[in-house]
C-alpha cells in the first residue's frame, strides 16, 4: 500500500468525467488499498480515485462510525429528503460549505470481491456517498454550495 498524493482544486482531473471500471484486476485493488491508506494519512471520511488522479469510478469511505466501503462504479437510484451539510473536501484544504443533500440515497455499486451490492444510506453516510459520487462526475462540492468560505486559522487548528 502507498499514500498517494491528493490533487487539489484547479487539476484538472478534478473535473474530468471518469470511466467505469470495466474489471475488477490486482491492480485495482491495489488502487483500493493506496485510497483508504491515502483517505487515512489526510484524516479524511472519503476519496473519489480522480482525488489521486486516476479517471476510474471508485470511491472509498469511512463514516467512523462503523460503515466502511470501496464503491466500484456507483450510482445513486434513488434519493429522499433533504438535509444541509457543512461540508469540507481534501482537495479544496481550508474551505468549507454549506450543501443541500439528500437525508437518505440508495446506491448501487459493485464490491471488491466482485458482486453488485444496494446501499442504503442516510444522514452522514448519505452525505459523504453524494459528495464522493459527485467528485466522478467532475463536481465539487462548492459548485453546489450555498455557502462556500474559507475556514478561519483559529478554527483550522482545532
Not at 462504479?73 to 481550508?94: D, F, M, R
Request: charged share 30%; hydrophobic share 35%; with cysteine.
Amino acid at each position: 500500500m502507498a499514500v498517494r498524493n491528493i490533487r487539489k482544486e484547479g487539476d484538472e482531473v478534478l473535473r474530468v468525467k471518469c470511466k467505469p471500471v470495466k474489471e475488477i484486476t490486482d491492480g485495482v485493488l491495489r488502487l483500493i488499498d493506496d485510497m483508504f491508506e491515502t483517505m487515512y494519512e489526510a484524516d479524511g471520511v472519503g476519496l473519489a480515485a480522480p482525488q489521486i488522479g486516476i479517471v476510474k469510478q471508485i470511491v472509498v469511505i469511512d463514516d467512523r462510525d462503523g460503515g466502511e466501503f470501496a464503491l466500484i462504479n456507483p450510482k445513486i437510484i434513488k434519493a429522499e429528503g433533504e438535509q444541509e451539510s457543512c461540508e469540507g473536501c481534501l482537495s479544496l484544504p481550508g474551505y468549507r460549505g454549506n450543501v443541500i443533500r439528500p437525508e437518505k440515497v440508495t446506491v448501487e455499486a459493485t464490491f471488491p470481491d466482485g458482486n453488485e451490492y444496494t446501499i442504503e444510506a442516510e444522514g452522514f453516510l448519505a452525505v459523504i456517498m453524494c459528495h464522493e459520487i459527485d467528485h466522478l462526475s467532475g463536481v465539487l462540492y462548492k459548485d453546489k454550495a450555498t455557502v462556500y468560505e474559507r475556514i478561519p486559522a483559529t478554527e483550522e487548528g482545532e
